[in-house]
């Protein structure tokens, strides 16, 4: 297609800023007045290009013949260790082990986990609920027991080391959570089969952490169960790190197991580390695996403004409410400006799903295709990504307004206001630029209203002008969290390239078929602290906090959310997660088994350090 062809296309292509939605005749002269000037801006560029550009450099805006967006690494299979592998496949397939894995699963399920926010110190008894779990564990997977060493950690912690023959090399480290979220009283009768039922209907397991993440903890016990059954002896260490609230944050759990793990290991000692997070499933028109390479960081501003108290019947112009009120509108009207990022893991992404998904817009994928060398292609291709919002919130930074307080009386001036907005830091920025940010944001309103601005601690207006009130920026629950460090997923990234390998090598076991093709693996992201994986369009999993992952992010550079659970990110399984109905399909369930299995073995027969 032409440039000009191209820009002609943008014009129709462009997503109408809500025209088709917006009733407001304003919007609609913005959409209109925003047209001409992209497609006034598009015409520019393209003309300064083929002015300045003599014609042998065209094709940097071109698609290049066989360019590739998103190499894919071939089907691994473990050969070292390919008689262990091919008798386990064989076991997995059977009717007997798909017993084994429903009474393994279901067994755990039965012992409610749940955690809450207020549940103090590891101290306090309500704590105890996780003994029955730990014998539970050690009465049913008893070969791992015994050739694993077990320390707990923070006394609910589980840590195991299997103690590998060649200690040069760097452990394989597996993570999964105990605990699980609570069941809403109110909700209860809204269960198909009671949530600590466990019950199997034939064909799905139910309640309470059969996904999220019992499926985990169990699939990686029955995968190793299974292995020493076989006679498995591993090279490589591998360890297995259990926390125990994770869903009321990990502080306690992951947070105490990081310590010691870099206490006995040090820093940067594992080859890589597997957490919860995402699976596959098919979008598109393309069964894709998308691995979460990182997760968004978080940010809570507290904004609090204070003005003179008195009677209401002397009111002036303007209350502590009324300025807080127009210091939120501020935020609302200038929404984060979002830009996709070439190399970021959402361009990845698209990306992949641009170079791989049949469904995916013929236009879409030109703007990708060109996007690599193009920044006019890019800008098209981000606004067409953007058409949805649930996309765009995972590239951006995102605020939202979520807790609001102000006033004590209705006859009485509101001596102080406050509202607090949640930030999720997008993984190309920061805390600190997110503070900086808001700082500036605020600064005019500050200034119209005289209100002495204090922001993180420093003084933004000049300290010693008599003012009005006073307007403060804080953080609250906590300094805030930055975005994880991106796990390096290209084409020299072995840790990456050895599990897109295996995650093919699982699937098409579980099948039967062969070939690198039937399934593709995609970087992804992490939704901020929300548990979910981006897989183009959809959000599989949503916790409120991240993975436990962000306690371990010394350990190895090297980290993954992804847990191979069918239909996650697309398909059409019931999951339930964190609601109600929480269900796995026994048969994801043992494909899980063969994917732990599989990375195990390819791991340890590896050349990775
Ligand atoms: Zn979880």
Redesign the pocket.
């Known amino acids: 297609m032409l440039q000009a062809d191209l820009v002609e296309k943008k014009a129709d292509e462009l997503p109408g800023v809500n025209t088709r939605t917006s009733t407001t005749k304003l919007s609609k002269a913005k959409a209109i007045v925003f047209k001409i000037a992209l497609v006034t801006a598009l015409l520019i560029s393209a003309s300064t290009y083929f002015v300045n550009r003599p014609f042998n450099s065209f094709p940097v805006c071109t698609i290049k013949d066989g360019v590739d967006l998103c190499p894919q690494a071939d089907e691994l299979v473990p050969e070292k260790n390919g008689v262990i592998w091919e008798s386990l496949q064989h076991t997995y397939s059977t009717e007997v082990f798909k017993a084994r894995a429903i009474d393994w699963l279901g067994g755990a399920v039965r012992i409610p986990t749940e955690t809450f926010d207020d549940m103090g110190d590891v101290t306090e008894p309500v704590w105890e609920k996780f003994l029955p779990l730990h014998d539970y564990l050690k009465d049913s997977f008893p070969l791992l027991h015994s050739n694993l060493e077990l320390t707990k950690v923070n006394t609910y912690g589980l840590l195991y080391v299997w103690e590998g023959s060649d200690s040069a090399l760097k452990p394989l480290l597996l993570a999964a959570?105990q605990d699980v979220v609570p069941v809403l009283e109110t909700t209860i009768n809204e269960w198909q089969h009671p949530p600590f039922s466990g019950y199997f209907d034939g064909e799905s397991l139910w309640g309470r952490g059969s996904c999220?993440?019992k499926s985990g903890l169990i699939g990686i016990m029955s995968a190793i169960e299974s292995m020493l059954e076989n006679g498995f002896k591993p090279t490589r260490t591998v360890v297995i790190a259990s926390g125990f609230d994770?869903?009321v944050s990990g502080v306690r759990g992951a947070s105490s197991l990081a310590t010691e793990m870099l206490d006995r290991f040090g820093e940067n000692a594992f080859t890589m580390l597997l957490d919860?997070g995402s699976g596959y499933g098919e979008v598109y028109g393309r069964v894709i695996a998308v691995p979460g390479i990182a997760e968004k960081g978080t940010l809570n501003v507290r904004i609090k403004v204070t003005s003179p108290g008195g009677h209401s019947s002397l009111p002036p112009p303007h209350t502590s409410i009324g300025m807080l009120a127009e210091l939120l509108v501020q935020y609302e009207t200038n929404p984060f400006e979002v830009h996709l990022t070439r190399g970021s893991p959402t361009y990845r992404n698209a990306q992949c799903m641009a170079q791989h998904a049949p469904g995916v817009s013929s236009s879409l994928k030109e703007h990708m295709l060109r996007a690599e060398h193009c920044d006019g292609a890019l800008r098209a291709a981000e606004q067409e990504l953007f058409k949805n919002r649930a996309f765009m919130s995972l590239v951006g930074t995102t605020q939202a307004i979520d807790l609001v307080d102000g006033g004590v009386k209705v006859n009485a001036l509101p001596e102080q206001a406050w509202a607090i907005v949640n930030h999720r830091i997008s993984t190309e920025s920061s805390i600190a630029a997110t503070k900086v940010r808001d700082i500036e944001l605020l600064e005019s309103l500050a200034n119209d209203f005289n209100l002495s601005y204090t922001a993180f601690g420093s003084h933004i207006s000049n300290g010693d002008a008599p003012s009005y009130g006073t307007l403060t920026l804080s953080t609250v629950f906590g300094d805030g969290l930055e975005p994880a460090p991106v796990t390096p997923s290209g084409k020299d990234a072995a840790p990456f390239q050895l599990l897109s390998g295996t995650i093919k090598a699982a699937y098409n076991s579980h099948r039967n078929i062969s070939g690198s093709d039937a399934i593709i693996v995609s970087p992804g992201i992490m939704s901020g602290n929300t548990?979910g994986v981006l897989s183009m369009y959809r959000i599989s999993?949503g916790?409120d906090w991240d993975?436990d992952t962000r306690f371990y992010w010394k350990l190895t550079d090297h980290i993954f959310r992804y847990g191979h659970l069918g239909g996650a990110g697309g398909g059409s399984l019931p999951s339930g997660v964190h609601t109600v109905n929480e269900a796995i399909s026994i048969n994801s369930f043992v494909e899980m088994i063969r994917f732990y299995t599989t990375l195990v073995l390819n791991v340890d027969e590896s050349s990775l350090p």
């Open positions: 959570h999220d993440d994770e869903e919860e548990g999993f916790n993975t």
